[in-house]
């Protein structure tokens, strides 16, 4: 599965939009989730003020969710394997893990609580999957043998009603992979996306929209 058809099978301008609105509301600081005794601490980014449209009570919030840690480093380790399953390096651009998607997937994951049992249990049926099959996690399986069970819950038209808590576990990743890299310097950067920059160098308006509507350039 390449990065065009990982967009074609999301349907970026519908899911993603609609996750990206979600993640704009507000909501109150909530406590995090205890985490496991065998999770061992990451280093977190900071929050930052450099962004001038964002009033104090955000970027607090941000060091509160940022100083917080939720998935375990086992759980890390599969997040980042299938995000680069999902969007791996190619000749335009870096992969899912180099746009550090996975540290998104983290946040959203506390600021949107709701996703966090989705996402652990999946996890954990990928990894009960991987035992029965190859008697080893998710993580520990060979390259071969993880595209071998992601290829069954990748397609959801041709996913078997065995494998339907996986096929809904890949599409919540799925798409959350790709809202983190698309909204990302190098994901805008991989499709082109500018956004709303000034023209220093513009004419006026061009001579054929004038004499559309009846003017001159003269006047």
Excluded at 96 to 125: N, T
Excluded at 157 to 181: C, E, H, I, S, Y
Excluded at 193 to 208: E, L, R
Aim: hydrophobic fraction near 40%.
């Amino acid at each position: 599965m390449n990065r065009r058809d990982s967009l074609k099978a999301l349907g970026l301008g519908t899911l993603s939009t609609t996750l990206l609105l979600d993640a704009c509301k507000p909501k109150p600081v909530k406590k995090a989730a205890e985490t496991p005794a065998a999770a061992q601490p990451q280093a977190q980014p900071q929050a930052t003020d450099n962004n001038p449209g964002r009033q104090s009570w955000e970027i607090e919030r941000d060091k509160q969710l940022l100083a917080q840690r939720f998935f375990t480093t086992q759980e890390m380790t599969a997040i980042t394997i299938l995000s680069d399953i999902i969007i791996p390096k190619d000749d335009v651009s870096g992969s899912a893990s180099d746009a550090k998607v996975p540290d998104f997937i983290e946040f959203i994951a506390k600021d949107q609580p709701e996703h966090q049992v989705p996402l652990r249990g999946g996890l954990r049926w990928l990894d009960v999957q991987c035992l029965n099959r190859y008697n080893a996690i998710f993580a520990d399986c060979k390259p071969e043998q993880r595209i071998e069970l992601i290829d069954q819950i990748a397609y959801p038209n041709k996913a078997k009603p065995a494998m339907r808590q996986g096929v809904a576990f890949f599409n919540r990743m799925r798409d959350l992979v790709a809202t983190g890299f698309f909204t990302s310097q190098m994901g805008m950067k991989d499709i082109g996306y500018a956004g709303n920059a000034p023209n220093p160098q513009w004419a006026g308006v061009p001579a054929d929209v004038l004499k559309q509507y009846g003017f001159s350039s003269n006047s």
